[in-house]
């Protein structure tokens, strides 16, 4: 299917930043795939098949979530990284950074500066009012900024300081 080979790339992209780690994100895009190729007369009449499918992804993701087994964890740490970037400690940072964020203040960002979407996008793929694409973003952008850069703890008064 042509459009799966065009798509594959940005929606494993897309899921990982979701989901928090490769693993999980080929789970997602393999799942959204699956039923796309069900729904595909439904999904091939859609006014924009992309943002169709953006959504598909997103609900994938959602109830994923909500499944008790989701959330057993065999790894602290992913052993590798599905990034390339020029720093690949700076993509590390933001990626862990990213999971420290609300999941639907993550969706957000994911599909605005990752995914690439609009707010008007954003607002149509997760179902959402534009106002509350726009205050989540704001908010996320806080989470993250606070995730990547951690206040510094005071430093302890020696209590038996020489005189």
Same mark, same amino acid.
């Given at each position: 299917?042509? =459009?799966?080979?065009?798509?594959? !790339?940005?929606?494993?992209? +897309? ?13 997602? /895009? %393999? ?12 999904? $091939?009449?859609?006014?924009? +098949?992309?943002? =169709?499918? %953006?959504?598909?992804? =997103?609900?994938?993701? +959602? ?8 959330? /057993? ?9 599905? =990034? ?15 999971? %420290? /964020? !609300? ?15 609009? /707010? ?29 850069? !951690?206040?510094?703890? !005071? ?6 300081? $020489?005189?």
């Amino acid at each position: 299917m042509e =459009y799966v080979s065009r798509c594959s !790339p940005r929606l494993r992209r +897309i899921a990982t930043l979701l989901a928090g780690d490769p693993a999980r994100g080929d789970d997602l /895009v %393999q799942e959204t795939l699956t039923k796309l190729f069900v729904q595909w007369k439904r999904a $091939s009449g859609a006014d924009n +098949i992309d943002r =169709y499918v %953006q959504r598909m992804l =997103y609900r994938v993701f +959602i109830d994923d979530r909500r499944r008790k087994w989701a959330s /057993v964890r065999l790894f602290d740490t992913m052993p590798e990284s599905a =990034y390339t970037a020029s720093d690949p400690a700076d993509a590390m940072a933001v990626r862990t950074a990213l999971r %420290q /964020v !609300p999941k639907g203040q993550r969706a957000v960002l994911v599909l605005r500066f990752f995914g690439d979407l609009s /707010v008007n996008e954003t607002a149509e793929v997760l179902g959402c009012s534009v106002g509350n694409v726009k205050s989540q973003t704001a908010r996320g952008l806080e989470a993250l900024k606070g995730a990547l850069n !951690p206040p510094e703890a !005071p430093l302890a008064s020696s209590s038996g300081a $020489s005189r």
